[in-house]
Every structure is written in C-alpha cells, then in structure tokens.
Nanobody, 123 residues
Framework: QVQLVESGGDLVQPGGSLRLTCQAS????????MYWLRQAPGKGLEWVSY????????YYADSVKGRFTVSRDNDKNTLYLQMNSLTSEDTAIYYC????????????????WGQGTQVTVSS
C-alpha cells in the first residue's frame, strides 16, 4: 500500500522559511524520481521541484529557483523541500508525488499523491 504523507505546512510571514517533509512507504523509494507539486487558490496544478533517485540532482520551476531546495534521504524514505524567502505567491497546498517516468511533467506522470499540506504566506 503506497503511502505519501506531507507535513510542515504552516502560516508564515513574507520573507520567512518553512521545511516540508514527505514520508513515503509501500514502494522502493530509492528507485523513483519524486516531485513536489502545488495548487494555489484559483490556479491549476504546478510542478515546483523534482529530484533524481540518488538525490544528487534537483530541478526547479522558474518561480522558485534560487529560493527552494529539494532533497531526499533514501535511508529514511523521506523527501524534503526547504522553502526560503517566501512570498504570498507561494501560498498553496503542497503535495509530494511519486513519478512514473523521469523528467516528464504531467499529471499522468504522478501515479501516487499525498494528502497535501497547506502553506499560507501572509502578513
């Protein structure tokens, strides 16, 4: 039974930081690329970041490049997203997702999702 459980979302002021965590189970975590996705109010689903199987290469959407850092600990089956210099545009529900294929950004590439964690950036 594949499970992905996100945590770490919170209310934070502009310029603040948060670290999101995704705890995975039920599959061979180290064999799959993993994604962070988000959906902001009134907007569609957006990929934020993804990471290769070994954790040595992270990739970022232009909107978060330079501010967010993705990482993983395969020994703990855990995915992380460090978010710095947050703005109101980062307000969204954040999801982690297991990728079917590497480097393919589409809803059909995410066969399992977590329940999401809410990030709200407001003064």
């Amino acid at each position: 039974q594949v499970q992905l459980v996100e945590s770490g979302g919170d209310l934070v002021q502009p310029g603040g930081s948060l670290r999101l965590t995704c705890q995975a189970s039920g599959f061979t975590f180290s064999s799959y690329y993993m994604y962070w996705l988000r959906q902001a109010p009134g907007k569609g689903l957006e990929w934020v970041s993804y990471i290769n199987t070994g954790g040595g290469a992270g990739y970022y959407a232009d909107s978060v490049k330079g501010r967010f850092t993705v990482s993983r600990d395969n020994d703990k089956n855990t995915l992380y997203l460090q978010m710095n210099s947050l703005t109101s545009e980062d307000t969204a529900i954040y999801y982690c997702a297991k990728a079917v294929r590497p480097n393919y950004h589409s809803r059909v590439n995410y066969d399992y999702w977590g329940q999401g964690t809410q990030v709200t950036v407001s003064s």
